[in-house]
Nanobody, 127 residues
Framework: QLQLVESGGGLVQPGGSLRLSCAASEFILDDYAIGWFRQAPGKEREAVSCMGARGYSEIYADSVKGRSFFSRDVARNTVYLQMSSLKPEDTALYYC????????????????????WGQGTQVTVSS
């Protein structure tokens, strides 16, 4: 059974930083497109970033561009989303997800393309 487990969320002050992790079991993350998404209360789930297999491509939402960085640790079978200069509007439940059907190396921010999801990790930005 393919499983994704996010961690690293928490309460952080505006301007602070967090590194979210997404670990996988039963498959190799580096072989697939991975997306980071978030959902705030009362809002639709939105894409934050995605990375194609082997890191061949990356996309960042305009809202986080320049202050987020998506990386992979192949040895740990884990991906990370480093977020800095956090704002209250970044408060949301953050999910990682796998798209097993994207052309190799590419990724999409279309939430409907992702078929495997973690349980989410809460990020709260507040003073």
């Amino acid at each position: 059974q393919l499983q994704l487990v996010e961690s690293g969320g928490g309460l952080v002050q505006p301007g602070g930083s967090l590194r979210l992790s997404c670990a996988a079991s039963e498959f190799i993350l580096d072989d697939y497109a991975i997306g980071w998404f978030r959902q705030a209360p009362g809002k639709e789930r939105e894409a934050v970033s995605c990375m194609g297999a082997r890191g061949y491509s990356e996309i960042y939402a305009d809202s986080v561009k320049g202050r987020s960085f998506f990386s992979r640790d192949v040895a740990r079978n884990t991906v990370y989303l480093q977020m800095s200069s956090l704002k209250p509007e970044d408060t949301a439940l953050y999910y990682c997800a796998v798209d097993r059907d994207s052309p190799f190396g590419s990724c999409t921010t279309d939430v409907g393309r992702y078929t495997y999801w973690g349980q989410g990790t809460q990020v709260t930005v507040s003073s």
